[in-house]
């Protein structure tokens, strides 16, 4: 069965400092990989998704950045971290089933700029 | 992307079934429709997922009647457990699988 890791899954950083979050996804190969921001609890944004090794599209221009350097691993960056950067960050996989994609979210990553 | 519309809080008891409707007057023809479940600090659940007629699976159905304007999600005999937000969302093959997150529905469930 398939398997979605994040980590750290809470962080606290000060602003300016640079972040690294991690998402690596188990028990399938070439995963569409996707990473959103929740604020206030409520309301997914989607930030970056990925259908490949090096493929990276933004949906929002911003502060933050993500890479993909192999198959099933999700990086998401900033050189400099903002006060508005706070929030709950969920990575994604998706397969395809009976022709729709279907996503499959971690556990999620909670982070606190002071 | 069809934008959806749900309520935003409900609130029910033990015991009872639980029909939560979304209202997408845009859906495209290639178009399904997903729910998700979502726990305080914890990532959306896949719940349903369905294109027309009804779905059911162990945890849910779905009703999409024939227009596919809407749907509604039920539950049933829910539990204390339940309570959480639930999202539903429209999207098809052609957006590249984004999915587009509205608010939700809080529901509430009571002793």
């Known amino acids: 069965s398939q398997t979605i890791h994040q980590w750290p899954a809470t962080l606290v950083q000060p602003v300016g400092s640079p972040l690294s979050l991690e998402c690596t996804v188990e028990?399938?190969?070439?995963?569409?990989l996707y990473w959103y921001r929740q604020a206030a609890g409520r309301g997914l944004q989607l930030l970056f998704y990925?259908?490949?090794?090096?493929?990276i599209s933004s949906e929002v221009p911003q502060n933050l950045s993500a890479s993909r350097p192999q198959d099933r691993q999700f990086i998401l960056s900033s050189k400099k971290l903002l006060l508005s950067d706070s929030g709950f960050y969920l990575c994604?996989?998706?397969?395809?089933?009976?022709?729709?994609?279907?996503?499959?979210f971690g556990p999620g990553t909670r982070l606190l700029v002071l | 992307l069809a934008k959806t519309t749900q309520p935003i809080s409900m609130d029910s008891y033990e015991g009872q079934e639980v029909n939560i409707t979304c209202s997408h007057n845009?859906?495209?023809?290639?178009?399904?429709i997903t729910w998700y479940q979502q726990f305080p600090s914890q990532g959306p659940r896949f719940i349903i997922q369905?294109?027309?007629t009804k779905v059911t699976n162990e945890v849910a159905s779905l009703f999409i009647p024939a227009d596919r304007k809407s749907s509604t999600l039920s539950l049933p005999r829910v539990s204390l457990s339940d309570t959480a937000v639930y999202y539903c969302?429209?999207?098809?093959?052609?957006?590249?699988?984004?999915?587009?997150f509205g608010q939700g529905t809080e529901l509430s469930v009571k002793p």
């Open positions: 994604a996989w998706s397969v395809r089933l009976a022709g729709q994609e279907t996503q499959y």
């Open positions: 028990g399938t190969s070439n995963p569409n």
């Open positions: 990925s259908v490949g090794i090096g493929q």
């Open positions: 845009n859906i495209a023809t290639n178009d399904y």
């Open positions: 369905g294109y027309k």
């Open positions: 969302l429209v999207g098809g093959d052609n957006q590249g699988g984004k999915l587009i």
